[in-house]
């Protein structure tokens, strides 16, 4: 079934209020939920799973370190959506298919708010797995003002349960990003990118096995491969049609001025090359983790899956145009298959005549203050390989550093502490690196050579990051035949998070790993760091949350005091 594009309004999803308080800190509740929902002009309602009822999921809007709680809920029927693979580690016959858990993607939050793979839970949560804490997440919200999101992470259907639709926004603001002056209200607006494939009756297609096609193939289709499981994960899915916040190829009417979008790459595998097809650029003001110190214009920005882009697009020479939001990245990237016609266009901005009022905003030189980390600074250096291998079935196996999710922990960096990650891959694909709890930043990226044993002979000149790399990241894209270099301060909790590829189907299978965070005697997350800008600083998580940041006590502190009390000023925001 041929789609026509632009024919649906671009929705923006709703901003979630709390319900209520619970000893004075806003509190949320949330629900899965199975629903119909509409998602072209031409298609019928489309069974998908949503948060709240919606997908995307609603937004959440919070203020930097006004901590939060989320009750997150599970009323999702019994039976899957989609085909689950019984063989992966966490979805296996004795487990219930329906299993959720969610993880603030890029958030800053102690191990057991963080949606860790194993503290699933089901409907009502009659069922839970074996890291599972509490109902009710508590999120300090700690940290640099950025464009979060939250989606399903529950072991072994994470590629599932988000393509069923459990994702949403979060973004956090302050009162030093208002100072700035950019576009804002209706002129600030989240796109989730994604991608599907569906059936004639506007159901959602998922292959059960690798190699089958969605409609017009026939449907539905036999077993592929006899030798393989059925159902079977796949090596990575990308679909055949685009949508942009749960709308297949929609348009959005814009005045002709400045507007500021948070980009999100939502798909489970695909990357988006993105060009506007007016030839101009975008002006790059933050990445995963925040602002960038200073705008960086850019004629195209590529997102791998889960990276984020916060851009600024000014219409106001483009009166009464029409301009797409173009695509070109090979699937598999970078050496793919070159995207069809379809697939090259994204989305279209209507420009108006005439703008509703003047535009006021502005885009500043320096738009935040930036600590850069320095390799001298890292007590340690973590060689990391990326490989692919093949599994019991033959079919294609993603690791990290030859080691499944059970195995025991092998990355262990110290509370407060520095370290490089070096992620020399030796696949033919490029694999968005993600780690929780930190924000990183990337060093550069060196070619490497590798013989036919797969061991690596030679490592090149290292280039630097692009212009717009050089932010905050929680994902990078680690490129075949490099080695990506990255650098993090580690805490300011402790405790056991995971690293893991991005591409969804690689991270079920079995491109995942735990990894701890250990206590460190001499760190006190509750004393400022030298150098560190105050909207960084561990500090501030001490004051939401300071029974479980070990701060230890000045002999001269009174029971009512801290030594780091008078900061709360500095780092608060109202």
């Known amino acids: 079934m041929k789609l026509k594009k632009f024919v649906d309004a671009l929705p923006i999803p709703p901003t979630i209020k709390p319900i209520g ?73 004795s487990r219930p298919p329906v299993r959720t858990v969610v993880h603030l993607h890029g958030g800053r939050v102690r191990p057991e708010n963080d949606g860790y793979p194993e503290a699933w839970f089901t409907k009502n949560f009659e069922n839970f797995g074996s890291k599972f804490v509490h109902e009710v997440y508590y999120y300090p919200n700690c940290q640099r003002p950025t464009t979060l999101w939250y989606h399903d992470h529950a072991l072994g259907i994470t590629r599932l349960n988000v393509y069923a ?56 289709p036999p077993p592929i491969d006899p030798e393989l499981p059925n159902p079977s994960v796949v090596p990575s899915f990308v679909g055949d049609t685009i949508l942009v916040n749960g709308k297949i190829w929609p348009y959005l009417r814009v005045e002709p001025r400045k507007y500021r979008f948070r980009i999100l790459n939502g798909s489970n595998a695909r990357f988006y090359r993105m060009r506007l097809s007016s030839g101009q650029d975008f002006i790059q003001i933050g990445t995963d983790g925040g602002l960038l110190e200073k705008p960086v214009p850019v004629s195209e920005i590529i997102l791998a899956p889960a990276e984020r882009a916060d851009v600024i697009i000014d219409f106001s020479k483009h009166r009464g145009q029409n301009i797409i939001l173009t695509n070109d990245a090979p699937a598999p990237f970078p050496d793919g298959v070159p995207p069809s016609p379809d697939l090259s266009q994204i989305m279209e901005f209507k420009v108006k005549q005439k703008s509703s009022k003047p535009d006021t905003s502005t885009v500043p030189e320096r738009l935040s203050c930036f600590e850069k980390l320095e390799p001298k600074d890292a007590i340690y250096v973590r060689k990391n390989f990326l490989v692919e291998t093949t599994d019991e079935f033959g079919r294609p196996l993603f690791e990290l550093n030859n080691k499944m999710w059970v195995d025991p922990i092998t990355e262990t960096p110290y509370n407060g502490t520095i370290e490089v990650w070096e992620l020399y891959n030796l696949t033919p694909d490029t694999h968005p690196i993600h780690l929780h709890l930190v924000q990183f930043q990337i060093l550069n990226r060196a070619p490497i050579t590798v013989d036919e044993n797969g061991n690596i002979i030679n490592v090149g000149k290292a280039k630097k990051p692009d212009p717009n790399e050089m932010g905050w990241k929680d994902t990078v894209r680690a490129n075949p035949g490099e080695v990506t270099r990255i650098i993090a301060r580690f805490g300011p909790f402790t405790g056991t998070y995971v690293w893991h590829c991005h591409i969804i189907e690689h991270e079920d299978h079995d491109m995942m790993r735990p990894y701890e965070v250990l206590q460190n005697h001499n760190f006190d997350p509750c004393i400022p760091i030298p150098g560190v800008c105050p909207d960084d600083s561990f500090t501030q998580c001490c004051d939401q949350d300071p029974k479980h940041c070990n701060c230890k006590k000045n002999p001269g502190d009174d029971e009512s005091s801290s030594h780091h009390h008078s900061l709360k000023e500095d780092h608060g925001d109202g």
């Open 21 to 93: 308080k619970r000893d004075g800190i806003p509190y949320y509740e949330v629900s899965m939920q199975q629903i119909k929902q509409k998602l072209h002009l031409a298609l019928p309602p489309t069974t998908v799973w949503g948060y709240n009822g919606m997908y995307p999921g609603p937004t959440f809007d919070v203020r930097r370190d006004h901590p939060i709680l989320v009750k997150w809920e599970n009323k999702l029927p019994f039976k899957h959506l989609l085909p689950v693979d019984t063989t992966l580690h966490g979805a296996e016959p």
């Open 165 to 220: 639709g459990l994702a949403g926004f979060y973004l956090i603001r302050d009162k030093e990003e208002e100072k700035l002056n950019l576009p804002q209200g209706e002129f600030e607006i989240p796109l989730v990118i994604q991608d599907r494939s569906f059936y004639d009756d506007g159901q959602l297609f998922y292959p059960s096995q690798p190699g089958q096609k969605p409609p017009p193939a026939p449907q539905p």
